[in-house]
């Protein structure tokens, strides 16, 4: 009852909006009192051995690459890519919205650094070429969401390191979920602007792109292949992804310079110093609930109210959606994947399977009011209202939630690189 009780709280201090420093710190003093022996200073030597995880560099080194790259010209190039290729179809510029954020999503690993990256570029082209602002508003700030799930993903990362899950392999099983979001995205975004004109396929504009954008296209190739192919881990290949980002900036593209560079590290950190601390007392939490096996407790009660799965599921998809609106996508993964993770164990749920079903809830998250982050982003980064840029991601999200559905019920989605 005292696991239920927990979990009561946290909701609810979630509902309130207090702040997640806060109500981290509050469920582990909790846990603490009530399982552990009361004295609170194992809380500190927690929280030091929780950061003491190598898994944890691979953060800070895909954030500062991805701002490289959104500093620099490789996210132009890119797009310049997939403006090419989709040239000849009605509605191209459009479904090359959608590309350009699933390419960059690939590089980055995170959904707002996606939003700003392409939206500043695509949104005045799309505006320019007759496209409707609602669109638009709406395309880019549902693409910028794929950040979340097409792999390196960051929250897939911190999943991985609070469950105890190889994060290559929620890596690789997020490739089909991701893909399977981002076509169904480009194919809402052709059929409602299946009346566009459309221009023929340029070879030598092609060839250009293709030879201006070769260097960043690879990026993803080596970064995702060395990854699947076992030659470096995650860690390892965060670390080559800054490397790269900032080789081919600074010595191709001559794009970026030292006092760039400089900038960019230092917003890097300030995102890091409100993040960290919120991971480090997060693992602290989990340290104990596993050694007092509250997750169990919680599992059990669970059981005793259904012995169904797909009930399961449902409200564990209800749960999320609800969680999404209320507060951020890391601070949901550090909270209740581990209490989640022993219940969806004894319903026979796969913990890979789960931590994609939890992205792409949250994914969805970044797309509802109040706390919808990407909502929040594009109100800034286009200064539309919020109200509108509500309304222009409804469709967006209700695509995203199909797919969910079928990703939800349809394990093999997941599951299938893996076999």
Sequence with gaps: MAAVVLLLLVLTALAL???????????????HLVWGDGRLEYLAEDIWISLDNALLLAIPMFLLAGNVMTRGSIAQRL????????????????????????????????????????????????LRNGYPKRFALGALTSGGTLGIIIPPSIPLILYGIVTETSIADLFIA?????????????????????????????????????????????????????????????????AVALVYALFVEIFVHRELRLIDFYHTAVDTAKLLGMLFPIVA????????????????????????????????????????????????????????????????????????????????????????????????????????????????VLPFVAVIFAVLMVVTFAPATTLFLLR
């Design 79 to 126: 797009i310049d890519l997939a403006v090419c290729l989709t040239r000849p179809l009605p509605g191209g510029l459009a479904v090359a919205t959608i590309l350009s954020c699933a390419i960059f999503a690939a590089i980055s690993g995170s959904s707002p650094v996606t939003l700003l990256a392409v939206g500043t570029i695509m949104f005045p082209a799309l």
């Design 281 to 392: 007392v997060a693992l602290s939490l989990k340290t104990i609930l596993t050694i007092e096996e509250i997750p169990d407790q919680l599992a059990l009660w669970i059981s005793s109210m259904t012995d169904s799965r797909i009930a399961f599921l449902l409200a564990i998809n209800l749960l999320l959606l609800i969680v999404g609106c209320l507060f951020d996508v890391i601070s949901a993964i550090l909270i209740l994947a581990p209490l989640l993770m022993v219940p969806a164990l004894a319903y026979g749920i796969d913990p890979i399977h789960l931590g994609i079903i939890m992205a792409i809830n949250l994914e969805i998250g970044f797309l509802t009011p109040p706390l919808g982050l990407n909502l929040i982003v594009a109100m800034t980064a286009f200064r539309e209202g919020f109200l509108d840029i509500c309304r222009a």
């Design 174 to 238: 997020g490739i089909i979920p991701g893909l399977m979001i981002a076509t169904a995205l480009a194919g809402y975004s052709f059929w409602v602007n299946r009346n566009m004109p459309s221009s023929r396929f340029d070879i030598r504009e092609f060839t250009t792109a293709a030879a201006r954008g070769g260097w960043s296209a690879l990026l993803p190739v080596i970064l995702l292949g060395g990854i699947y192919s076992g030659y470096f881990s995650v860690t390892e290949a965060a």
């Design 17 to 31: 909006r207090q702040n997640i420093i806060v109500i981290l710190l509050g469920a582990a003093a909790y846990v």
